[in-house]
């Protein structure tokens, strides 16, 4: 009798050993929500394989910090490959995802063409595309949804602001986003749809700086010491760091920017709200980087069965001189 007794209660040793055992995290620390569980593993980490266009500026900057961060609070597991500004990078990067059957693959295209191929190699190994912040020229069957804004909008605030600001009269240079991108294509299509209503608003000089402060910079300076650049009285620029190096070259030309040179941006980064503040930039119209919120909640909607809208955008709104000191305490990028 003792002898059966003796079994029974190491039985139940054992027994207890084991279930505090399997609810104990691989550190063995507290119990992890993320074990292997019952069901089968049905708590596995969601894997995302993000391809990022690169850090050419504040926005960008800000839309890594909005993807990283927003992964990490919701426990996904997120491979980021920064493409310095390379579209060979990006492909290397989506096909590296493909390999290690990542279970969503998100990105943000930095030219509109040239996607298909890979696109196509992701939907034939069954896994899921997001795109973020720019438009790939592929068919739509080749991603979930497109989240970002509406950068011919963005133009059109642009263009609208300055020719009530020039009461319709203005010799404009334009410096341009990165050649082929959805953002310079966009924001350079709705500019002139609102210009073709004001004959004395004309852009007289156009060329890129691709989205980075020093090109701006560089562009203007040679601008400044042509003919052309003499005659010009407004700037637009597609984003908000080519603004700001272009102000530096305008004050380094004995010019004063904000009023010999009136100028319009996109992006609304704090050092635009410094700029309208100190009186050297006149308006930016917001582009939201802040997109990660609105991408992990696609994704988490698609993985729960959900049908998503092909296309999710979101609001700008403008801000120029009179408004900036209100909203530069609202600003979170
Ligand atoms: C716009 C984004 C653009 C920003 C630039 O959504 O793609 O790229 O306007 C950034 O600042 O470099």
């Not at 207890?16 to 609810?23: D, F, P």
């Not at 839309?63 to 491979?79: D, H, M």
């Not at 294509?185 to 500019?191: A, M």
Request: hydrophobic share 40%.
């Amino acid at each position: 009798m003792r002898q059966v007794l003796g079994w029974l209660a190491l039985a139940g040793l054992v027994v207890g050993l084991a279930s505090a055992g399997c609810g104990k995290g691989d550190s063995g620390g507290e119990a992890s929500s993320t074990g292997s569980s019952a069901q089968g593993g049905t708590d596995k980490k969601l894997v995302v394989g993000f391809s990022q266009i690169g850090a050419e500026s504040a926005w960008r900057t800000a839309n890594t910090e909005s993807i990283k961060s927003e992964a990490e609070k919701r426990g996904i597991e997120l491979k980021f490959a920064d493409a310095q500004q390379k579209q060979e990078n990006q492909i290397k990067a989506i096909r590296s995802f493909i390999a290690q059957k990542v279970d969503v693959i998100a990105f943000a295209p930095v030219v509109e063409e040239g996607w298909e191929p890979v696109l196509k190699e992701a939907k034939e190994a069954g896994i899921p595309v997001f795109v973020s912040d720019r438009r790939p020229a592929v068919p739509e069957d080749l991603y979930v949804t497109f989240i970002g804004s509406d950068f011919v909008k963005e133009g059109q605030m642009a263009a609208e602001w300055l020719a009530k600001k020039m009461d319709g009269k203005a010799v404009i240079a334009e410096l341009t986003g990165t050649p082929g991108s959805a953002p310079a294509n966009d924001r350079k299509k709705g500019f002139e749809e609102v210009l073709a209503n004001h004959p004395d608003m004309k852009v007289v000089f156009s060329q890129t700086g691709n989205f980075t402060r020093a090109e701006g910079k560089q562009v203007m300076e040679a601008l400044l010491k042509s003919d052309v650049g003499k005659t010009i009285n407004a700037l637009y620029a597609h984003n908000d760091d080519m603004a700001l190096g272009a102000i530096q070259a305008i004050e380094e030309a004995g010019k004063k920017p904000g009023v010999d040179i009136i100028i319009v941006s996109i992006d609304g980064v704090k050092g635009a709200f410094d700029a309208m503040i100190a009186g050297t930039l006149n308006c930016t119209v917001e582009c939201n980087p802040l997109l990660g919120p609105y991408l992990f909640d696609a994704i988490e909607k698609f993985k729960k069965g959900e049908t998503l809208p092909k296309r999710i955008v979101i609001e700008d709104k403008f801000f120029d001189q009179t408004m900036a000191a209100q909203e530069l305490p609202n600003r979170k990028y």
